[in-house]
């Protein structure tokens, strides 16, 4: 917190009188709990966003609305890795992890993957913790402009606890990037033994883990694990970096494509890290025009890293997470670590819970129509349908809507004519 005064201080100069006022504002929100006091706004969002995360906690009424812990920050991390792509702890014990660093609401956003989502919802049970679904995507920026070049840039989607309304139409395009990293990493070994670094097919392999697809930190252990480098930065800033004498480009898919994929699945798009990107204005711009909700500005380092006055400008959500990894503390911002203004959290889960409430809609009435074991799972995917056979006395279809909907809606929502159109629908159907 002080090192944010110290810092504008620092700026000194003279600098103009609307410039100095956007920094206190902005300075304003970034301290949220510090010397200043919590506005009735905040205390209102904090409200909301602990009802969303702890939906079975009981609701107090009028005037003493305010929870124990009142405005007290509920812990969101939004971005984390699993050994299901290139981290390393299984979601189980990202989850333990994230319990022990007071994390409420983690979101398992490992590569091209939902595959780790069911077994971080398990895991996260235990401890009261909700899990977001999502998947970080790996996609390619493609220049409109001579100036511009081409780039990698990574999408974030967050999905209501059903995930994605068409699953398979996200998995299709998840699995040919997956693919895709297959023979990317062929290509950097090409590289490397070329460099005379050989490494195995079977040893990155190894590293990689059963049906993970390689990415480069995989190739980068293999490479100190036969002593070619001392530690994983230097494998990148050496050989690996985009660009690098052993880099090799994937077939990911365009940004736009992804983005809009994101959207119509019932998904919030959000562009990961843009502070690594060579035309951030460029990619911000192109993907807004293709629906984007958000970017990550908040960091661990609690900068908004310039990126919050671009956010403004394209109307775009401001989020942040560590994007842990669990590289055994070394130079690694730890779950939990990114201190979100809850304003923030409360413009997310404004935005995001009618959209996730649309695909779950869609996904309820498919069902209806069709209350096969198929469609059952659809809706069940993320680790619901375990809770549901330990669940005695849910016996029929609008059992299940209601045990899905219960921690995603409040009352009111609940009574949702179209939702109630499904319930009744399905009250006569059985669950075996
Ligand atoms: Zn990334
Ligand atoms: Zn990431």
């Known amino acids: 917190m002080v090192l944010h005064d110290s810092a504008g201080a620092a700026n000194g100069g003279a600098p103009d009188a609307e410039g100095e006022e956007r920094k206190k504002r902005r300075r304003r929100k970034r301290k949220g709990r510090g010397r200043r006091k919590t506005t009735a706004g905040?205390?209102?969002?904090?409200?909301?966003?602990?009802?969303?995360?702890?939906?079975?906690?009981?609701?107090?009424?009028?005037?003493?609305?305010?929870?124990?812990?009142?405005?007290?920050?509920?812990v969101f991390e939004f971005h984390s890795h699993s050994t299901c792509s290139d981290?390393?702890?299984?979601?189980?014990?990202?989850?333990?992890?994230?319990?022990?660093?007071?994390?409420?609401?983690?979101?398992?956003?490992?590569?091209?993957?939902?595959?780790g989502v069911a077994e971080a919802v398990e895991a996260a049970h235990k401890f009261g913790i909700r899990i977001i679904p999502g998947v970080e995507i790996s996609a390619v920026y493609s220049p409109r402009e001579e100036s511009e070049t081409e780039e990698p840039v990574h999408i974030l989607a967050y999905y209501g606890s059903c995930g994605p309304s068409?699953?398979?139409?996200?998995?299709?395009?998840?699995?040919?990037?997956?693919?895709?990293?297959?023979?990317?990493?062929?290509?950097?070994?090409?590289?490397?033994?070329?460099?005379?670094?050989?490494?195995?097919?079977?040893?990155?392999?190894?590293?990689?883990?059963?049906?993970?697809?390689?990415?480069?930190?995989?190739?980068?252990?293999?490479?100190v694990e036969s002593g070619y480098v001392e530690n994983l930065k230097q494998a990148f800033s050496r050989y690996l970096y985009d660009g690098g004498p052993a880099y090799a480009k994937g077939s990911e898919p365009f940004t736009e494509d992804v983005v809009q994929l994101i959207c119509q699945t019932g998904g919030i798009a959000t562009l990961a890290h843009p502070w690594a990107l060579k035309n951030p204005v460029a990619v911000i711009r192109s993907l807004k025009a293709s629906g984007l909700h958000a970017i990550e500005v908040?960091?661990?380092?609690?900068?908004?890293?310039?990126?919050?006055?671009?956010?403004?400008?394209?109307?775009?959500?401001?989020?942040?997470?560590s994007d842990y990894h669990g590289r055994s503390g070394q130079d690694e911002s730890d779950l939990g670590s990114v201190a979100?203004?809850?304003?923030?959290?409360?413009?997310?889960?404004?935005?995001?819970?009618?959209?996730?409430?649309?695909?779950?809609?869609?996904?309820?009435?498919?069902?209806?129509?069709?209350?096969?074991?198929?469609?059952?799972?659809?809706?069940?995917?993320?680790?619901?349908?375990?809770?549901?056979?330990?669940?005695?006395?849910?016996?029929?279809?609008?059992?299940?809507?209601?045990?899905?909907?219960?921690?995603?809606?409040?009352?009111?929502?609940?009574?949702?004519?179209?939702?109630?159109?499904?319930?009744?629908?399905?009250?006569?159907?059985?669950?075996?």
Not at 184 to 194: D, N, V, Y
């Open 42 to 74: 905040e205390i209102l969002a904090s409200v909301y966003v602990r009802r969303w995360a702890f939906p079975d906690a009981p609701v107090l009424d009028g005037d003493s609305d305010v929870p124990a812990g009142g405005a007290e920050r509920v």
């Open 87 to 115: 981290g390393f702890l299984s979601p189980t014990a990202l989850v333990e992890r994230a319990h022990s660093k007071g994390v409420k609401v983690l979101a398992l956003t490992d590569h091209d993957t939902m595959a």
């Open 166 to 223: 068409q699953f398979e139409d996200l998995d299709k395009l998840l699995s040919s990037i997956r693919d895709g990293r297959y023979l990317r990493a062929e290509q950097m070994l090409l590289k490397l033994s070329k460099l005379n670094m050989p490494l195995k097919k079977d040893h990155v392999a190894k590293i990689t883990g059963n049906g993970v697809a390689p990415g480069r930190v995989h190739v980068a252990r293999a490479m």
């Open 298 to 321: 908040y960091r661990s380092d609690g900068k908004l890293s310039g990126f919050g006055d671009l956010a403004d400008r394209y109307e775009l959500l401001k989020i942040g997470g």
């Open 340 to 432: 979100l203004p809850v304003l923030a959290v409360y413009d997310f889960l404004k935005l995001a819970q009618p959209v996730w409430r649309i695909a779950m809609q869609d996904m309820f009435s498919a069902f209806a129509e069709e209350p096969s074991d198929v469609n059952l799972k659809k809706i069940t995917r993320f680790g619901k349908f375990q809770y549901i056979n330990q669940c005695s006395g849910l016996s029929c279809g609008k059992d299940v809507v209601d045990l899905c909907l219960s921690p995603c809606l409040n009352n009111e929502e609940k009574e949702d004519s179209e939702l109630e159109a499904v319930r009744l629908k399905l009250s006569d159907t059985t669950i075996l």
